[in-house]
């Protein structure tokens, strides 16, 4: 008989539901409510595991009470929001999803994994996959942005790197992919909202990155908050049992976010809260995090008929079959002896990561700093901001571990006269420091002004109905570009901001986002040329919040965007262009495209293309170029969206060098959810569209046929 088996014959109910029962220790908190007393509930077998807790002694602490004083002696899982380092903090996720490079996003979570597994970690609650086409939403940072094959390569990425390839290596850990799904969508970008999306826009948008990341073996998946149609993901039976059960074959633990379950109740859905533990286990949530729901309620549930047995116990199989899988019956502290953290090689990679997350977004040949640019000002309220560079969900970083703007500037130009002052401040609508800043500004050969938004403003609880500059920044802004001393605008922030005409007026304009511990150096490195920019947006940059959503993908319509006829899809008092599209980023020097083709225009169905495209390096520096290859499907049995991303490349390149990138498109790129929402692929033609983002000018174009053999009978 196996373990599992023995124990699940062992247990009593209250044994079994406390298997089910996932509470907060409160290190963090990242919820509207806590648990109390846990360790006596830990010591009666009511924990199946705890979150919110970190650190060796601590959780052995913890893990103690479980395997030397409950009856039982079942190990706890120990769960932690790691999404972007442990205790070295690299970029947020938008921000690295803007580097396109996999194997970074694998490398950072395995160095995430490391720390927090050192740490007694064991469960991170990440990769967030949440695909967001909405800047009000504070979540749109924890994921990876706009484009369901971005998330999807992303999830893989990060499950690999979170999970390594055997979970009881001591430094993994099991990763909990979330928010499933859709809750990027929520009405008007306000967390815990409905999100009535279509069938089809599941189909075709947010359920592709979960797909991936179950067939990439994540170990757990949390749904979201929000309801679909009327239904709360956490009483979703279509989508958690039919889809991802049965049609996936997901095999792992779904854990229910903060409260949901008692939530349920709020949604409308249930009466009590054993109608919410009830509805909750019938569509397969087999962890309740902080509720109490499941170990409190489900007695009456199953006393009630509205739950059997069965289901409890195969909760209870799937949690402890985790466990099995963690190692944590033979090793309950996994003490991470192999590969000991090397912190050295961790904040190397955080400064890699942190330069190659940077989106150089304008440059009217300000940048790089010139040798001329002897006294730089460095002026607004992120210019020495440590806690801001973290970002949200910054797990054990610490902000006396970040280096600022303006240290990594002192850094870098030693020989610089380096000044400062904040101006104004983060949020408040107070300008009096706008006058002394002018005043520094005119004294300086250049101004490196630090604007955007504080670690709070973005990540959950962070939505912004007007997502611009903060407080009085923009006035800020707007004086210290009329002293006309040269000025680039370094952006810290978890969103597209609405900025109005800064991007024209000001010389430069990065994206930092939020950078983590070593964002101070990574900066520098960008505005001193030491590193040549390379990231490339992963969402659009809306030119005002009316346009939102705004993304590249748009469904065409009967009548397309034209500027030049008032009765076709725009608007009167805006461009319907955004500031910058998916994909924009620029470096220094420059690159073209060219010869872009293929090798054969008519394809049979089963066959191949290959594409070929020259890419030059012109210009006299070194750069890492993205290029992305979109297919459009101008006639199909559903109107489709005006274009895809099927795939992007990236090469290094010389100066000088002139490059081909190749590629193959496969069955799978032409793969659609089709009238019945089941895939499909259809004869037709087709238009192949390469760039270096999804500007319409910018793109190389090729046509393309699929047709069918025919019939050999
Ligand atoms: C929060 C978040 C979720 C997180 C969980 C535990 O409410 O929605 O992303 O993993 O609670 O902290």
Redesign the pocket.
Known sequence: MSRIDALLRAMTLTEKLGQLNLV?ANQ?I??PSTNAAIDTSIRAGEVGGV??LWGREAVSATQRLAIEESRLRIPLLF???VLHGHRTIFPAPLAETGAFDPDLWTRTARAAAQEAAEDGVSLT??P?LDVCRDPRWG?LI?GPGEDPHVASIFAQAKVKGFQGWDLRHPGAVAA?V??FCAGGAATAGRDYAAADVSARQLREIYLPPFRAAVMAGCAAI?P??NSIDGLPMTAHIALLRDYLRNELGFDGVVLS????IQELIEHGVAADRVEAAALALNAGVDMD?VSDAYLENLPDALARGLVKQEQIDAAVRRVLALKEKLGLFDEPFRIATVDAHNPEAAHNLARDSARRSITLLTNHNMLPIGENMRRIAVIGPLADAHMEMLGS?SAAGRAENSVTILEGLKAALPMHDIVHTEGVSLAWDDDRGVAEACELARSADLVVLCLGEAAYMSG?AACRATPDLPGAQQQLAEAVIATETPCVIALTCGRPLMIGDLAERAGALIATWFLGDMAGHAIADVLTGAFNPCARLPITWPRATGQIPIFYAQRSSGRPPDETNPFTSKYLDTPVTPLFPFGHGLSYGAAALENLRLDKEIFFADEKISVAIDVICSGKYARRETIFFFLRDPVASVARPVMELKHWRQIDLAPGDRKTISLTLGVEDFVFPGVDLKPTAEPGAFDLLVGFSAAPEGLLRASLRRAMRPNTA
């Open positions: 907060t963090a990242t919820g979150f919110n769960g932690l929001d609650f990440a967030m979540r924890e909990t979330k928010h949390m979201a908050f976010d903060y409260t949901a995090m969900w959950e």
